[in-house]
């Protein structure tokens, strides 16, 4: 018995290092993956750094995905990402045209303490 736990620990310990994410990794962009790992980071070595109450989520708009940060404690609007990782920067109307269209919300990441509900 203790050879079998000996064994799976090692296999135990690799499959809780894999990244999180809650859509299948091939399908996250490689430079979210970065950002996600230094937001990992970050909360690693310091866990009141602001970022213990952050998510990325996928968006749907016009055949596309778009891609929004979000921190619970910022009063300002989620920053936009298109798949190429490029900060869009719509005009006001556009903008809202975005808000009112976009669909299918898909939680790609979330920190621990990110609540649930949101």
Known sequence: MKK??????PMMLLVSCEKQY???SDEVPYW????IAETE???RSD???GYEMTAWSRYSYE?????EWYNVVSSAFPPV?????DLMT?????YMQYQAEKCCRVIVWKSPDYPDDL
């Not at 979210?32 to 950002?35: H, I, N, S």
């Not at 055949?63 to 891609?67: D, I």
């Not at 719509?90 to 556009?94: A, I, K, L």
């Open 4 to 9: 079998i736990l000996f064994l799976l620990m």
């Open 22 to 24: 809650l859509i299948p």
């Open 32 to 35: 979210l993956k970065q950002r």
């Open 41 to 43: 980071k970050q909360l």
């Open 47 to 49: 866990s009141h750094s």
């Open 63 to 67: 055949g596309s995905y778009y891609y």
């Open 81 to 85: 990402y298109n798949t190429k990782g």
């Open 90 to 94: 719509f005009s006001s109307d556009v």
